[in-house]
């Protein structure tokens, strides 16, 4: 049984098919970069590609306290990063994208709140869970969330 589930999603239009880093397909696996597909994405985007600024990531970092607690979720790490979204909880007895799902529609309302600017897309459709099944591998990705995130 899973101890805890390792979120992560990106912001709207900031890895898309073809990316130079490479991207994900929903099933598993990896397709390589494809600087053509990555041009047909960028232009299908129905926005600009959100990168988020520092104010912005501590008030994603803050939502997901707060809804942690409301929820009497046990929160491990969270990382707001400009493009991106790390987040380790602990929500026992919920499917494991239930979590990350009401994270990203909490903190999709704080930051049009909080925003000047108008839009409606601030991250990707979905996103990546993992479930963590020991302490020893609960360890291992906290570390990454907290200290891993500029290393690679």
């Not at 590609?49 to 306290?65: K, M, N, Y």
């Not at 994208?97 to 909080?114: D, G, I, Y």
């Not at 459709?125 to 995130?149: F, N, T």
Request: hydrophobic share 40%; net charge negative.
């Amino acid at each position: 049984m899973a101890i805890a589930y390792f979120s992560t999603w990106t912001t709207y239009g900031t890895w898309l098919h073809g990316d130079p880093r490479g991207s994900f397909l929903r099933g598993g696996g990896s397709h390589a970069p494809d600087p053509v597909a990555h041009r047909e994405s960028l232009a299908e985007l129905a926005e600009a590609p959100l990168v988020l600024d520092a104010d912005q990531r501590r008030l994603v970092e803050q939502t997901i306290a707060d809804h942690c607690a409301v929820r009497k979720w046990q929160l491990h790490a969270v990382n707001c990063r400009s493009n991106h979204v790390h987040v380790v909880v602990t929500a026992r007895g919920r499917p494991i994208e239930q979590p990350r799902e009401q994270f990203k529609s909490w903190c999709t309302r704080r930051l049009k709140a909080a925003s000047e600017v108008v839009r409606e897309r601030w991250w990707t459709e979905r996103g990546w869970d993992e479930y963590i099944d020991d302490d020893r591998a609960l360890a291992e990705v906290i570390a990454y969330v907290l200290d891993g995130q500029d290393t690679r």
